[in-house]
């Protein structure tokens, strides 16, 4: 029997995130008419890819960009294209990194990954890079994120691809969807291409990685597994007999956000533990600056610490991503009130996880919290 993940902890992916129908709301300006495919986002869109993830019939195309483009303190530039037809529909972003200093905290990045009863997964072939999907029970849309660390103390850009594939009809009785594997990779691809057109386009000088031949699937609520043994995100993380934490929910190693869930033997997840790198870790402390001021201390004011009366966080310095890297963990449940044994096991199987990842990523050990 399937299972659904509640994720009552603070949500870093949905707080990065703009949900599929807020997306398509922002971007009703981009319909009826507009430039080609090739002309939209600066002429930097991977036009064939993603043509060919559209339905039949006319391209409805758009396209606009504001701000500038290369300051390491603060990047303003802002590109939106979305182009649909036949049912389908891709949206394309480009945002400059790190955002400029606003007055509550700095700025939304907004990097439009839906959050979900899933995991992401890493794009990998040597790119920074997110794969997700919005919820279990609907396979016809995704998200591909790729971060380009530019040269030259420039910032960084972050490409997002948001496709909603075209859905069953008299015309398209199999459509595609994201569990064939050919659909994933065609994702993926849109959005590294546009990230290549991209970083000549803006002459970023970002290192770029290879041709991506396969996509996993996001992990979904039914595919725990015992914690150990695992080898992926929640490896050498330790089980806890006494709280029955004895399974795990893991991806590959290597995104921009790096998770794990730990749960009991019966699949329950307990605690969720989250890295992020590079624009996330930025937007995820920008947001505690903003939303949780009520926080004695938040992962915005120190490398690390407690929040409120549960919770943990950790960070790294990293090679070239700017924003130190950022590690936590937080309880399942709606009570943010944690027994000293829970506490003491968050700061146990945070340190592991940090230390994994952080070695993973290149990053110095992690600055991690005291009691």
């Known amino acids: 029997m399937a299972l659904t993940m509640t994720r009552r902890r603070w949500q870093g992916a949905a707080a990065l995130a703009v949900a599929a129908a807020g997306v398509a709301g922002a971007l009703v300006w981009l319909t009826g008419g507009g430039p080609t495919l090739d002309e939209a986002c600066a002429g930097t869109l991977a036009a064939d890819e993603i043509d060919g993830l559209l339905g039949d019939g006319d391209r409805s195309v758009g396209s606009e960009q504001r701000g500038s483009f290369g ?29 400029p200093e606003r007055e509550h905290g700095r700025g939304s990045l907004y990097t439009e990954e839906l959050g979900g009863a899933v995991l992401p997964v890493p794009v990998g072939q040597g790119w920074s890079g997110t794969f997700a999907t919005p919820k279990e029970n609907d396979d016809s849309q995704a998200i591909a994120t790729v971060f380009l660390d530019c040269a030259r103390d420039q910032g960084g850009l972050v490409v997002t691809v948001e496709t909603s594939l075209p859905r ?62 695992t080898d992926g995100t929640c490896r050498g993380v330790p089980p806890a007999a006494r709280l029955s934490i004895s399974t795990a929910w893991e991806t590959a190693p290597g995104g921009l956000h790096e998770e794990c869930a730990l749960g009991t033997r019966g699949g329950a997840p307990r605690f969720w ?86 070695k993973a990523h290149g990053c110095r050990p992690p600055t991690l919290p005291r009691g």
């Not at 990047?75 to 529909?89: F, P």
């Not at 929040?307 to 790294?316: D, E, I, N, P, V």
């Not at 943010?336 to 700061?347: F, V």
């Open 71 to 99: 300051n390491r303190r603060g990047n303003s530039l802002e590109v939106r294209c979305q182009a649909r037809a036949g049912g389908g529909r891709v949206a394309v972003t480009i945002k400059g990194t790190p955002r």
């Open 168 to 229: 069953a009809d008299a015309q398209r009785p199999d459509p595609r969807t994201v569990d064939d594997p050919a659909t994933r990779r065609a994702i993926v691809r849109a959005a590294t291409a546009t990230a290549a057109n991209a970083d000549r386009h803006w002459d970023c000088g970002a290192r770029l990685g290879g041709p991506v031949r396969e996509v996993d699937l996001p992990v979904r609520a039914e595919e725990y597994e015992p914690l150990l043994g």
């Open 273 to 358: 533990l989250e890295g992020y790198y590079g624009p996330y870790a930025e937007e995820v402390r920008a947001q505690y600056a903003r939303d949780f001021d009520y926080e004695n201390v938040t992962p915005d004011d120190k490398p690390s610490g407690r929040l409120g009366q549960s919770a943990y966080w950790a960070s790294a310095e990293c090679p070239g991503a700017g924003e130190p890297a950022l590690y936590m963990i937080e309880p399942e449940g709606t009570d943010r009130q944690s027994r000293p044994l829970d506490l003491a096991y968050e700061r146990n199987a945070l340190r592991a996880f940090a230390e994994r990842s952080a």
